[in-house]
C-alpha cells in the first residue's frame, strides 16, 4: 500500500524558509520520479519542482532560484528547501511520483502559510 506523509509546514514571515519532507513507502522510490505540487486556496494544484532518479530536477518558473528538490532513496525521503518565501507561496503542499502525472493517491499535505 502506498502511503505519502508530508511535514514541515507551518506559519513563516515572508522572506522566510521552510524544509519540506516527503517520507515514501509501498512503492521503489529510488527508480521513480518524485515531484512537489501545492494547492493555493481556490486554486488548482500546480506541480512546482520534480527530481528524476538520476537526480536531475527541474522548477516551475514561479519558484526557481527559490526552492529546491532534494531526495534520500535510502531515506525513502524527498525533500523541499523553500526560501524567500512569499505571501503567493501560501498553499498546502504535497508529494507524489510523477509520470506526465501523479501516479498515486494524495497524502494529507502539509500547510505552509506565509504572512505579510
Known amino acids: 500500500q502506498v502511503q505519502l506523509r508530508e511535514s514541515g509546514g507551518g506559519l513563516v514571515q515572508a522572506g522566510g524558509s521552510l524544509r519540506l519532507s516527503c517520507a515514501a513507502s509501498?512503492?521503489?522510490?529510488?527508480?521513480?520520479?518524485m515531484a512537489w505540487y501545492r494547492q493555493a486556496p481556490g486554486k488548482h494544484r500546480e506541480l512546482v519542482a520534480a527530481?528524476?532518479?538520476?537526480?536531475?530536477?527541474t522548477y516551475a518558473d514561479s519558484v526557481k532560484g527559490r526552492f529546491t528538490i532534494s531526495r534520500d532513496n535510502a531515506k525513502n525521503t524527498v525533500y523541499l528547501q523553500i526560501n524567500s518565501l512569499k505571501p503567493e507561496d501560501t498553499a498546502v503542499y504535497y508529494c507524489?511520483?510523477?509520470?506526465?502525472?501523479?501516479?498515486?493517491?494524495w497524502g494529507q499535505g502539509t500547510l505552509v502559510t506565509i504572512s505579510s
Open positions: 509501498g512503492f521503489r522510490l529510488s527508480i521513480s520520479t
Open positions: 527530481i528524476t532518479s538520476g537526480h536531475t530536477t
Open positions: 507524489n511520483a510523477h509520470s506526465g502525472s501523479p501516479l498515486y493517491n
